[in-house]
């Protein structure tokens, strides 16, 4: 069954005759239009795409059936006459729109209702397509790394390896970055989510990157850490190590049918057992695809379901004010029975000087 048909079948259930998708990013999963300023209108009869006219002859070239329509006014008032002439009572339209955008929806003949993750509930799964896009970035990333890992020594500074890594995407083939690159050393690496600064790499320090590729507009996520050697290390190395127990067990639990929260338990039961346990606040995982963060949510709360074709992430860390910390991030094809491990870059504690 394709895309489209899909969303079509799942409209009744929702209560709705048709549905506005404004998210420009379901709206590439539905038509492959790329361009940025676009609505899909969608019912059993109609299959419309309204845009402007920097972007008619692209959307003629990227999309197959639908009707392209340049909408000569604003994209909203097009959109709510459309649906008034093909019949459509009650109009769905993404929860995720701006108060602005929804306020231009308020017009007569049309009653309005929202729904919410209609199309992200397709996107969690992947056909083959587009593993074959999320595995391209992952190549990218991977490759841009390895030209970049020589300078993590002491003496670099955090802002001069990410600029590498960066140069390294672009050429490697990424045409944007899925997110700003972190690169975090000693103190600022118990920052989950720390920016590059000008702090240099020194002995004893925990060094955490993460970063992603993009291939087709898919992308890719992973991090690794490393330890630089010197003075007083131990803790450092035992904190390492539970990360990784916690990564390997939450890979270990992946299985379809089993809720993703308890795939998030597998990994923080383990860092709870060794003492850490206030010291991982974040949620195991999250999906990855036109979005670098996207559902499946991996988190406590987790009660979704994992389905084979789910892409999600797996990244326990610990995080020491003071001390460090230590994150390490794979991705994820569900299977029925286990998962596969799309990231390869290897990750036991490598000691670097």
């Known amino acids: 069954m394709n895309r489209l048909q899909a969303l079509i079948d799942a409209l009744n259930s929702r209560g709705v005759d048709g549905i506005l998708v404004s998210d420009i990013r379901n709206i590439r999963y539905l038509s492959d ?3 940025t300023h676009a609505c899909l209108l969608i019912s059993s009869r109609e299959r419309l795409l309204f845009t402007d006219s920097r972007y008619i002859e692209q959307a003629g070239k990227e999309t197959r059936g639908f009707e392209i329509v340049l909408a000569k006014e604003d994209l909203s008032r097009s959109v709510l006459k459309r649906a008034a002439a093909a019949g459509i009572r009650v109009l769905g339209f993404e929860s995720s729109v701006t108060y602005v955008f929804y306020r231009s929806l308020l017009r007569k003949g049309v009653r309005l209702k929202a729904v919410s993750n209609l199309v992200e509930d397709m996107r969690k799964v992947k056909d083959r397509a587009e593993l074959e896009l999320i595995q391209k970035a992952i190549v990218r990333a991977e490759k841009a790394f390895t030209g970049v890992k020589p300078y993590i020594r002491q003496g670099a500074s955090e802002r001069r390896i990410a600029g590498l890594l960066e140069e390294g995407l672009k ?23 720390a920016d590059p600064t000008d702090n240099r790499i020194k002995a004893g320090d925990l060094v955490v990157i993460d970063w992603g590729g993009e291939a087709g507009g898919y992308f890719s996520d992973m991090t690794r850490t490393f330890l630089i050697n010197g003075k007083g290390i131990e803790k450092k190395k035992e904190m390492y190590e539970t990360v990784l127990s916690a990564n390997i067990r939450a ?13 998030d338990k597998a990994a923080r039961d383990v860092i709870k057992k060794a003492g850490y346990d206030d010291f991982f606040g974040h949620g195991t995982g999250h999906g990855v695809g036109l979005e670098i963060h996207e559902l499946p949510r991996v988190s406590r709360v987790g009660r979704e379901s994992i389905r084979p074709g789910m892409v999600f992430t797996i990244e326990p860390g610990i995080y020491i004010p003071g001390v460090g910390g230590v994150r390490i991030e794979d991705m994820i094809v569900a299977g029925r029975t286990g998962c596969t491990i799309l990231t390869s870059i290897p990750k036991t504690l490598e000691i670097l000087h």
């Not at 975090?184 to 690496?189: E, F, L, M, V, Y």
């Not at 890979?251 to 795939?263: D, F, K, Q, T």
């Open 33 to 35: 239009f790329r361009g």
């Open 251 to 263: 890979l270990e639990s992946v299985r379809e049918g089993i809720p993703v929260g308890m795939v």
């Open 171 to 193: 050429k490697s083939g990424c045409r944007v970055l899925p997110f700003d690159i972190i690169v975090a050393s000693g103190p600022n690496s118990s920052m989950p989510h």
